[in-house]
Each structure stands twice: as structure tokens, then as C-alpha cells.
């Protein structure tokens, strides 16, 4: 039997996406299609005094303007996380109440796009405005209420006193700025109803099969009776996992003019309401023996939300995860400001935590004068301790080990001692980690008697190789060249794939379509395809089909799960510009099993890109008058390019968790971003001997 799973395997998707065939959820052709655009707030705290819409609705090709007094019926749905969801609990045009720049106050539809886009800026609006909460300087922060149905403080021992006994301490403040949500694809909607009483959607969705029963909620239907198809998504990283309001409105418009309707996102309004990583302030507080070994961690976190959901950016989580110390301090505290919602983006939480962490320990371990390597194979946990519960699988010593030896860490030389070419060179390393996830999926597969395979799931691909490594995980099981295998995703009228989130896509789906390929071969009476193929032809059937679901069992009770991950990299510095280059990178990472190495190390090289971008320039301010978002589009929201980022050296370590899943494999979507930008700051202070505390590490903060 040949082995695929393991191998470098091309992209499926690749030839389609390339040459331009794939189709994503803007593009569909529907007959009788009409455009709409939205009309957003100009102010971020008030409520709408006077709407004047003629104008707008006399203008060419206009079909019907909507604000919140004609707004279009739309029901509340549960919005649980597990019936249905939907990223801001205040529907779309519910008052006449604004509570963000940027917010949705109307939509134009007409017969062309210009003319939408001409007609919404003739609607007229007053209102009566008042004073905004766009600092954070000016917020008022709380107690952090329990996010997906866990506590946020969490207190172990007593940390006052690991700390009063403790040889060494450190205290010190890390920020990081608020991240725009950039994916290639705009959100984009087309809905398009059948009657009254059916509707499909074209719409990005990191979770077909919730994106499905939130729709039918929110219109009053059975689930049956709404269509999801999206079999390409142009990026997401958590902002296209549920509904936003835009999509929730044009699905209730185009119900009420009785034509499909589009609505696409300009990028200026991505920026202001499709989501964003909050801002941090991160207090982090260590305390040690002289040896190293840790008496005291405290973390606590100031983060903010917006006025019409609350979401907490959970940067505490990796804490109790990394290491160990008999008493432990988290907390984490909420401010409502008025600016768009924050959600979910690429590692939720673990990302700037691990920045502030991260950083935390390496100076610490210049206090101590121990090698930070050292520093975190002294403390690492070796059981999650808020579960309480042992690590499954856990090789992060080695990645820590491989990663020294592959980069030459053993040669590091003292801060500031190291130039080339008139610049300053330093040397940093982080950890890296991310829980394992895993959700319940289903899948069907078919062999047919030509040897083919056909592999049928809603769980979609947001670019990250989805298609691939269901291929690969078929072609395995039974036997087949990859080349044999069709995948079919994104589509809701096929078996729930689960979410593509969480980095659990690959850990859900994998023991499903494994599951399933195994009942074909059982069926079948045969150990391979091309036997059960041989059956299939003498018995004249046209396929032997098996459907297959598989779910997280009790395994949670007994083992915690988590990926683990080293970064190094080397910096150049040029101080009398402050200028700042990542000239050399190496992470190793333990992930459980590797289906397809090329997209694993892809989606590592994919993380440690986005961390150099949360590192060196990723910021977004909020004008303080007008609260909208200061970047507008992808040329004034800096990100890396390929001048910025060097070659990245991924390696990979461990073994198949089979503790979490049949094929021992977990996600690796995440963890890549995770300690970039620690790794970067702790090799700046190395080339400079300046400790610098807030992301991102812009030139002013490395003159000053």
C-alpha cells in the first residue's frame, strides 16, 4: 500500500485558484442579480436624529433604500455557540441608536453596483451626537464576565507570598495595539431566496453547517430550508466564522424586494466592522529561586470591547498551560469603548498573551543570568494546571533542543556585542503553543469502478488545505493514488464538517473520512481500494458508499491537549534610523501527526509571517474624534511584505497524539503566530540592550 499521509503533497485546490476558476462567494452567477451597499455611521455614539432617504431612492436604478424605519424582518436567534451565532447580539437596523463608527445604519439596492454606491451617498442623516470612549485611557474596566462558559480570574497558592520569598523578581507592562482583520476576500454576501421560504447563501464561512441553523433562526425557518454553498474562502484567520450584520441585513432585504441580492464590503468598511484583535495591556509579574526554578506567575490583562457584544481577547489561557509554579495569579479586565466589535483573529488570546509571557521570561532569565532555554525546560508544566489534568503527547523540550541546534544558539554572544555590516545583531528565541481542538464532523465517501474516490463534507477550506489533506487521508485508508480522490466541501447539503477554527479543521475531519474508508473496505470484504474496486466491478453496483461521524470522547477527562513550538530568530538593527529587519528564522514545532508536510510547514511559515507583521507594524488607531479607524485600506494598514520577511526553517518533532484522535494528528493553523513577536523583541534587546514593551516595534521606539 502506498504511503501518502506524511509526504509533500500539492494543493488540490491549486490549479483552480492560480488560473482563476475557483470561485469564491462574490462571484456566483444568479440570474436577476441586484447590488446593494451599506450606509455607515459617520459618528461613534449618539442616535440617528432625521434619516432622509428620497434622494436616494429617486437616484437611477434604485430598487429600495432601508434604515430602521422600514427595516426588514429578521428574528433573534439563540446565539449559543451551538444552535446559532452571529458576531454582534444587537441586530442589524434594530433603532435608531449608533454605538460605533462605522455601523450599519441603511442599505441602497439598485440594478448596478455604481448605482448603489452613487444613490447611498445621497442619504441624508442627522443626529444627535455624544461623547465617545475611544482611549482606553478613558475606559472604565471591570472584571473580564466568563467567555464560552469559563471564569477568566483563576488563583493558585498565594503569589504575594511566592513572591516575598523569592531570590529574583520581575514586573513589567507589555501592550499591543489593536489588528485589522485583512483577508484577500472582502466579506462578501449573495442571498437568494426560493419563494418566501428557501433561501441559499453565498457567503465566506469558516462553519457551514452553524452559518446554516443561524440563518434558519434568524428568519423563521427549518434548517433544511437554507442552503450554505462556499467552497472557497480567500482567508478568514476567525473573522468569517458566523454571521455580520451586513450579511444578516442584505439576507432580509433580498427577502422583501424578491431578487438576489450582493453585498460586498468596501475595505474601509472591513476596517470599521468586520472585526480586529482588541488591543492589550498585559501586567505579568515572575517571581524565582536562584536556581531558576519559579515561585510566582502572575498574569492579568486589560482588554476592551464594544458596546453591542462582548468578546475578552482571552490572553491568559496560555499561562497555566506553559509554566509551572506553586502559585499562580490570572485575571483579566473589560472596558466598553465605542469602536466595532473585536472577535477572534488567528490564535484568540494566545498570540499577544504569549508576547507579554514570553517576553516576561526572557528577562527574567537575563536577571538570573541563565540561558532562556534553560529558564523554560527548568518550569515547564507538566500537567495543564487549571484542568489539572497530565499533557498528552508533550515534546517541547525537544522542539526547544532541535530548534538550538539548528539554529546555533550555543554560540550566542553577550548583548550588544554582535555587528555586521554596521548594524546591530541580536538573537532571540520563544515558545510557541495552542490547545488542541477537536469538534464533531461527518463525512460520506465513495468508491466508484473506476477506481475513484469521492469525498463529500460542508467542512470547507479557508485557503489553509483542506481539500488536500481529505485527499490525502482517503488515498491513505484505502489504498489509492491522491490523484484518485475528489473532495467535495463547502456546501451545507452535505454531511456537517464541522468549523474551520480553533485549528481543529484537520483534527475532526481526518478520523472522520479515515472512519469511512475503513467501513468501505469492511463493507467490501477487502484491505485496499483497488480490491474493494476489483469487488465493485464483478458486482455491477455503481458505488459502495459509507458515511461516517466521529466526536471528542471522554479523552478531555484524562489528558489535556495542547501543540508546543520553539521560535529563534536573528535581527539586524540599524539604530540611527531604527530601522529593523528579521534576517534569519527557525521554528520547530510538536503538532501531533503531519498529514501533508508541504501545507503543515506552509501554515507555520503562513503564523510566523503574521507574527512579523504583529511585531513591526501591525497597529490601528481610532480617530479620537470620530472613532472611526485611521487606516483605511490595504495600502495604510502596513503588513509584511517579502522584503520583510526571510526564509523560515520549519522543522517538526513528536509523535501521532493517538490520546486525541485514531490518526493522532493535531491542528497547526495557530500555533505559528504564537511567540513571533516575543522571539523578536527578546533578539532586539540582545542586538541593543533595549528592553521594549509595546507592539509594534516601530522605528521611534527603537531611536528613542
Same mark, same amino acid.
Given at each position: 500500500?502506498?504511503?501518502?499521509?506524511?509526504?509533500?503533497?500539492?494543493?488540490?485546490?491549486?490549479?483552480?485558484?492560480?488560473?482563476?476558476?475557483?470561485?469564491?462567494?462574490?462571484?456566483?452567477?444568479?440570474?436577476?442579480?441586484?447590488?446593494?451597499?451599506?450606509?455607515?455611521?459617520?459618528?461613534?455614539?449618539?442616535?440617528?436624529?432625521?434619516?432622509?432617504?428620497?434622494?436616494?431612492?429617486?437616484?437611477?436604478?434604485?430598487?429600495?433604500?432601508?434604515?430602521?424605519?422600514? +427595516?426588514?424582518? /429578521?428574528?433573534? =436567534? &439563540?446565539?449559543?455557540?451551538?444552535? $446559532?451565532?452571529?458576531?454582534? @447580539?444587537? *441586530?442589524?437596523?434594530?433603532?435608531?441608536?449608533?454605538?460605533?463608527?462605522?455601523?450599519?445604519?441603511?442599505?441602497?439596492?439598485?440594478?448596478?453596483?455604481?448605482?448603489?454606491?452613487?444613490?447611498?451617498?445621497?442619504?441624508?442623516?442627522?443626529?444627535?451626537?455624544?461623547?465617545?470612549?475611544?482611549?482606553?485611557?478613558?475606559?472604565?474596566?471591570?472584571?473580564?464576565?466568563?467567555?464560552?462558559?469559563?471564569?477568566?480570574?483563576?488563583?493558585?497558592?498565594?503569589?504575594?507570598?511566592?513572591?516575598?520569598?523569592?531570590?529574583?523578581?520581575?514586573?513589567?507592562?507589555?501592550?499591543?495595539?489593536?489588528?485589522?482583520?485583512?483577508?484577500?476576500?472582502?466579506?462578501?454576501?449573495?442571498?437568494?431566496?426560493?419563494?418566501?421560504? +428557501?433561501?441559499? /447563501?453565498?457567503? =465566506? &464561512?469558516?462553519?457551514?453547517?452553524? $452559518?446554516?441553523?443561524?440563518? @434558519?433562526? *434568524?428568519?423563521?425557518?427549518?434548517?433544511?430550508?437554507?442552503?450554505?454553498?462556499?467552497?472557497?474562502?480567500?482567508?478568514?484567520?476567525?473573522?468569517?466564522?458566523?454571521?455580520?450584520?451586513?450579511?444578516?441585513?442584505?439576507?432580509?432585504?433580498?427577502?422583501?424586494?424578491?431578487?438576489?441580492?450582493?453585498?460586498?464590503?468596501?475595505?474601509?468598511?472591513?476596517?470599521?466592522?468586520?472585526?480586529?484583535?482588541?488591543?492589550?495591556?498585559?501586567?505579568?509579574?515572575?517571581?524565582?529561586?536562584?536556581?531558576?526554578?519559579?515561585?510566582?506567575?502572575?498574569?492579568?490583562?486589560?482588554?476592551?470591547?464594544?458596546?453591542?457584544?462582548?468578546?475578552?481577547?482571552?490572553?491568559?489561557?496560555?499561562?497555566?498551560?506553559?509554566?509551572? +509554579?506553586?502559585?499562580?495569579?490570572?485575571?483579566?479586565?473589560?472596558?466598553?469603548?465605542?469602536?466595532?466589535?473585536?472577535?477572534?483573529?488567528?490564535?484568540?488570546?494566545?498570540?499577544?498573551?504569549?508576547?507579554?509571557?514570553?517576553?516576561?521570561?526572557?528577562?527574567?532569565?537575563?536577571?538570573?543570568?541563565?540561558?532562556?532555554?534553560?529558564?523554560?525546560?527548568?518550569?515547564?508544566?507538566?500537567?495543564?494546571?487549571?484542568?489539572?489534568?497530565?499533557?498528552?503527547?508533550?515534546?517541547?523540550?525537544?522542539?526547544?533542543?532541535?530548534?538550538?541546534?539548528?539554529?546555533?544558539?550555543?554560540?550566542?554572544?553577550?548583548?550588544?556585542?554582535?555587528?555586521?555590516?554596521?548594524?546591530?545583531?541580536?538573537?532571540?528565541?520563544?515558545?510557541?503553543?495552542?490547545?488542541?481542538?477537536?469538534?464533531?464532523?461527518?463525512?460520506?465517501?465513495?468508491?466508484?469502478?473506476?477506481?475513484?474516490?469521492?469525498?463529500?463534507?460542508?467542512?470547507?477550506?479557508?485557503?489553509?488545505?483542506?481539500?488536500?489533506?481529505?485527499?490525502?487521508?482517503?488515498?491513505?485508508?484505502?489504498?489509492?493514488?491522491?490523484?484518485?480522490?475528489?473532495?467535495?466541501?463547502?456546501?451545507?447539503?452535505?454531511?456537517?464538517?464541522?468549523?474551520?477554527?480553533?485549528?481543529?479543521?484537520?483534527?475532526?475531519?481526518?478520523?472522520?473520512?479515515?472512519?469511512?474508508?475503513?467501513?468501505?473496505?469492511?463493507?467490501?470484504?477487502?484491505?485496499?481500494?483497488?480490491?474493494?474496486?476489483?469487488?465493485?466491478?464483478?458486482?455491477?453496483?455503481?458505488?459502495?458508499?459509507?458515511?461516517?461521524?466521529?466526536?471528542?470522547?471522554?479523552?478531555?477527562?484524562?489528558?489535556?491537549?495542547?501543540?508546543?513550538?520553539?521560535?529563534?530568530?536573528?535581527?539586524?538593527?540599524?539604530?540611527?534610523?531604527?530601522?529593523?529587519?528579521?534576517?534569519?528564522?527557525?521554528?520547530?514545532?510538536?503538532?501531533?501527526?503531519?498529514?501533508?508536510?508541504?501545507?503543515?510547514?506552509?501554515?507555520?511559515?503562513?503564523?510566523?509571517?503574521?507574527?512579523?507583521?504583529?511585531?513591526?507594524?501591525?497597529?490601528?488607531?481610532?480617530?479620537?474624534?470620530?472613532?472611526?479607524?485611521?487606516?483605511?485600506?490595504?495600502?495604510?494598514?502596513?503588513?509584511?511584505?517579502?522584503?520583510?520577511?526571510?526564509?523560515?526553517?520549519?522543522?517538526?518533532?513528536?509523535?501521532?497524539?493517538?490520546?486525541?484522535?485514531?490518526?493522532?494528528?493535531?491542528?497547526?493553523?495557530?500555533?505559528?503566530?504564537?511567540?513571533?513577536?516575543?522571539?523578536?523583541?527578546?533578539?532586539?534587546?540582545?542586538?541593543?540592550?533595549?528592553?521594549?514593551?509595546?507592539?509594534?516595534?516601530?522605528?521611534?521606539?527603537?531611536?528613542?
Amino acid at each position: 500500500m502506498s504511503k501518502v499521509i506524511g509526504t509533500a503533497v500539492n494543493r488540490k485546490d491549486g490549479y483552480a485558484k492560480v488560473t482563476g476558476t475557483a470561485t469564491y462567494s462574490a462571484e456566483h452567477d444568479v440570474p436577476g442579480l441586484v447590488h446593494g451597499v451599506v450606509v455607515t455611521s459617520t459618528i461613534s455614539k449618539g442616535r440617528i436624529k432625521a434619516i432622509d432617504t428620497r434622494e436616494a431612492e429617486k437616484a437611477p436604478g434604485v430598487t429600495a433604500v432601508f434604515t430602521h424605519k422600514n +427595516a426588514p424582518k /429578521v428574528f433573534k =436567534p &439563540s446565539n449559543n455557540f451551538m444552535t $446559532s451565532k452571529i458576531y454582534e @447580539a444587537r *441586530l442589524p437596523l434594530s433603532d435608531d441608536q449608533i454605538h460605533y463608527a462605522g455601523q450599519i445604519i441603511g442599505l441602497v439596492v439598485a440594478d448596478t453596483f455604481e448605482r448603489a454606491r452613487h444613490a447611498a451617498h445621497l442619504v441624508k442623516v442627522e443626529y444627535d451626537a455624544q461623547k465617545p470612549t475611544i482611549e482606553a485611557k478613558n475606559a472604565v474596566f471591570k472584571e473580564a464576565p466568563p467567555q464560552m462558559g469559563e471564569e477568566f480570574k483563576f488563583v493558585k497558592g498565594d503569589v504575594a507570598a511566592g513572591m516575598a520569598g523569592a531570590a529574583t523578581k520581575m514586573e513589567a507592562t507589555y501592550t499591543t495595539s489593536t489588528e485589522l482583520h485583512a483577508p484577500m476576500e472582502p466579506h462578501a454576501i449573495i442571498a437568494h431566496w426560493q419563494g418566501t421560504d +428557501a433561501l441559499t /447563501v453565498y457567503e =465566506p &464561512s469558516q462553519f457551514v453547517a452553524l $452559518s446554516q441553523r443561524t440563518y @434558519a433562526e *434568524l428568519f423563521g425557518l427549518p434548517s433544511e430550508k437554507v442552503r450554505i454553498i462556499i467552497p472557497y474562502l480567500g482567508g478568514a484567520f476567525g473573522s468569517k466564522a458566523f454571521p455580520w450584520p451586513h450579511g444578516i441585513l442584505a439576507a432580509a432585504a433580498a427577502r422583501q424586494i424578491k431578487r438576489p441580492l450582493k453585498v460586498v464590503l468596501s475595505r474601509r468598511q472591513v476596517t470599521a466592522n468586520a472585526g480586529h484583535r482588541s488591543e492589550t495591556e498585559q501586567t505579568v509579574r515572575l517571581a524565582a529561586a536562584a536556581d531558576g526554578m519559579l515561585s510566582a506567575i502572575a498574569h492579568e490583562v486589560k482588554s476592551s470591547t464594544s458596546p453591542v457584544e462582548v468578546f475578552t481577547e482571552p490572553c491568559t489561557s496560555v499561562t497555566p498551560a506553559m509554566y509551572t +509554579a506553586p502559585n499562580l495569579l490570572l485575571n483579566q479586565e473589560l472596558a466598553v469603548m465605542n469602536i466595532g466589535t473585536p472577535t477572534f483573529m488567528r490564535a484568540p488570546g494566545e498570540a499577544p498573551g504569549m508576547w507579554a509571557l514570553e517576553s516576561a521570561m526572557d528577562e527574567l532569565a537575563w536577571a538570573l543570568k541563565l540561558d532562556p532555554i534553560e529558564l523554560r525546560l527548568k518550569n515547564e508544566a507538566k500537567e495543564h494546571q487549571r484542568k489539572g489534568l497530565p499533557f498528552s503527547a508533550k515534546h517541547f523540550a525537544d522542539c526547544l533542543k532541535v530548534g538550538a541546534e539548528r539554529f546555533g544558539w550555543k554560540d550566542r554572544p553577550q548583548p550588544r556585542s554582535l555587528t555586521r555590516d554596521g548594524k546591530l545583531i541580536g538573537w532571540g528565541m520563544a515558545a510557541a503553543t495552542f490547545p488542541g481542538f477537536r469538534g464533531k464532523t461527518s463525512a460520506k465517501v465513495r468508491l466508484l469502478p473506476d477506481g475513484s474516490v469521492h469525498v463529500l463534507t460542508s467542512g470547507n477550506d479557508m485557503g489553509t488545505g483542506s481539500y488536500t489533506v481529505v485527499a490525502i487521508t482517503a488515498a491513505e485508508t484505502l489504498g489509492v493514488p491522491v490523484e484518485k480522490v475528489r473532495v467535495e466541501m463547502g456546501d451545507s447539503q452535505l454531511p456537517d464538517g464541522g468549523l474551520a477554527g480553533g485549528s481543529q479543521m484537520t483534527a475532526s475531519l481526518v478520523p472522520t473520512v479515515m472512519k469511512a474508508c475503513q467501513d468501505i473496505l469492511k463493507t467490501a470484504n477487502c484491505t485496499t481500494g483497488t480490491e474493494a474496486c476489483a469487488a465493485l466491478q464483478k458486482s455491477g453496483r455503481a458505488a459502495i458508499e459509507a458515511s461516517a461521524s466521529s466526536a471528542p470522547g471522554d479523552e478531555t477527562k484524562k489528558w489535556a491537549f495542547q501543540s508546543w513550538g520553539a521560535h529563534f530568530c536573528e535581527v539586524s538593527v540599524d539604530e540611527a534610523i531604527g530601522r529593523l529587519r528579521v534576517t534569519r528564522w527557525v521554528s520547530v514545532m510538536d503538532v501531533g501527526r503531519i498529514i501533508n508536510t508541504k501545507a503543515a510547514a506552509s501554515q507555520v511559515r503562513g503564523g510566523v509571517i503574521m507574527g512579523i507583521g504583529q511585531a513591526l507594524m501591525e497597529e490601528c488607531h481610532f480617530d479620537p474624534n470620530t472613532g472611526y479607524p485611521v487606516v483605511y485600506d490595504l495600502a495604510t494598514y502596513h503588513f509584511p511584505a517579502h522584503a520583510d520577511t526571510p526564509r523560515i526553517d520549519v522543522a517538526f518533532v513528536g509523535e501521532p497524539d493517538l490520546n486525541f484522535n485514531p490518526a493522532g494528528v493535531r491542528g497547526v493553523g495557530e500555533i505559528g503566530i504564537t511567540g513571533v513577536s516575543a522571539a523578536i523583541a527578546n533578539a532586539v534587546y540582545h542586538a541593543t540592550g533595549k528592553r521594549l514593551r509595546s507592539l509594534p516595534l516601530t522605528p521611534d521606539k527603537l531611536i528613542a
